[in-house]
């Protein structure tokens, strides 16, 4: 799986991972994507795609949930 949001393309990010001594290492951080089957929106024609969703892309409204 290839953690990218294939609408919004949130990706992993890098950031540090601090300790008590303040002593800092590189983590990464993955975003919350599914693979799942999906509608965009508001395109006029309902084009059943699939593809790796973030849940903020789901939340907000972006896409829907072909069961």
């Not at 084009?47 to 849940?55: F, I, N, Q, Y």
Request: proline share 4%; aromatic share 4%; net charge positive.
């Amino acid at each position: 799986m290839s953690r990218i949001c294939c609408l919004c393309d949130k990706r992993p990010q890098i950031a540090n991972l601090v300790s008590h001594a303040n002593n800092r290492t590189k983590r990464w951080v993955y975003p919350n994507v599914h693979k799942m089957r999906f509608t965009i929106v508001g395109q006029a024609p309902k084009k059943v795609m699939r593809g790796a969703v973030c849940t903020i892309c789901v939340k907000a409204g972006k896409v829907e949930k072909v069961v």
